[in-house]
């Protein structure tokens, strides 16, 4: 499928190449991701433990999914694509959705189709009038209130990294602006769902409902057994890689997220290979299923809880969805950290589910 890197090895059935600064991983043989590698994510844009952009070799073009946080590492991203397949003719570039870690590279791709979920337009607006949309003053004001704190903080911990982070951030978005960036929005959306073709290979498009953001998108590549699932559910971004995390001050439509994994869950979609953007490797069907049944138990126990005036305390304890757990063992582990992480999705879900 591809050209040989300069450094490789064999993790587990992953091939992992290593070039200039960013990592490739092997999914199937048309499929790859691709991400800068940490310290590049580190230093542009929001600062993220990794971010996946996904690669589909069609046999009469590419597909790409999520651009990346910045034009920076949309540039890296795209010139190691050129080494690896020798070939950027991007015929699709999708979104996932619109916030700027998916979609902040837009504009390197300014001669490609880029497509989206109907919502992540106004998504991508908020980032553009939120620091694109300001003056060069105004975030160099910004820059220097924040290091005037930083100053006064006589330790280093938490809040220092923070406020370094937040530094960092508003000097990239300074330098955007010097560079004369502007924020690319899709050239085709869809509502519920939509399906592109090119070459051998179909990309189905589902809506996930709103939850990380109002734009959620899973990409179903049948013909290479794929989702990319964005990060909807965030699955793979924390030790317990396959318990979904749900959002806090964010709307949480649990109801579409059960009718949406039902629908790419259907019997005759073959799925081997789930991956998320911030997740650090693939997962699979199991992680999919799984998903949609603690998502179903925790629809039934909250709405349950609501008409029998159940504390919601009670229903913060696993004890009721131990049959779930129990189900996929396989998938996950019932710990400290899946303990914690339920009873945060109760209290989050908690106001989305009437009796």
């Known amino acids: 499928m591809r050209v040989v890197l300069m450094l490789f090895f064999v993790v587990g059935c992953d091939i992992v190449s290593w070039a200039g600064n960013y990592v490739a991983k092997d999914i199937t043989a048309n499929v790859f991701t691709i991400t800068p590698d940490r310290k590049q994510l580190h230093t542009l844009g929001w600062p993220n433990d990794i971010i996946n952009s996904v690669v589909i070799n069609t046999g009469n073009g590419l597909i790409l999914v999520d651009t990346q946080n910045s034009p920076a590492n949309a540039r890296l991203i795209k010139k190691g694509i ?212 603690y998502c179903v138990a925790v629809h039934e126990q909250v709405k349950k809880a609501k008409t029998t005036k159940l504390a919601i305390e009670e229903v913060q304890k696993t004890d009721l969805f131990m049959p779930v757990f129990s189900q996929y063992r396989d998938v996950v582990n019932v710990n400290k950290k899946l303990e914690e992480m339920h009873s945060r999705n109760i209290s989050i879900i908690w106001k989305y589910v009437t009796d």
């Open 82 to 293: 050129m080494e690896i397949m020798n070939d950027t003719t991007f015929l699709y570039v999708i979104n996932t959705h619109g916030h700027s870690c998916h979609s902040g590279g837009n504009c390197v791709f300014s001669q490609n189709k880029i497509v989206a979920q109907i919502n992540s337009h106004a998504e991508m607006k908020d980032y553009d009038d939120l620091f694109l949309g300001q003056t060069v003053e105004f975030l160099r004001q910004k820059i220097y209130y924040k290091s005037f704190i930083l100053d006064t903080i006589t330790s280093e911990g938490i809040l220092s990294d923070s406020i370094k982070q937040a530094i960092d951030l508003y000097k990239y978005y300074e330098s955007d602006l010097l560079n004369n960036y502007k924020v690319r929005y899709p050239d085709l959306t869809f509502e519920d769902t939509l399906t592109l073709r090119a070459g051998s290979v179909s990309a189905k498009l589902i809506y996930m409902g709103k939850g990380h953001g109002d734009a959620d998108v899973a990409v179903y590549i049948p013909e290479e057994k794929v989702v990319c699932t964005g990060n909807l559910f965030h699955l793979g971004a924390y030790s317990q890689e396959s318990m979904p995390s749900f959002y806090l001050n964010r709307v949480n439509e649990i109801n579409k997220w059960i009718q949406s994994l039902n629908y790419l869950l259907d019997g005759k979609n073959q799925i081997d290979y789930v991956i998320s953007t911030h997740g650090r490797k693939p997962m699979n069907r199991r992680t999919l299923e799984f998903v949609r049944d």
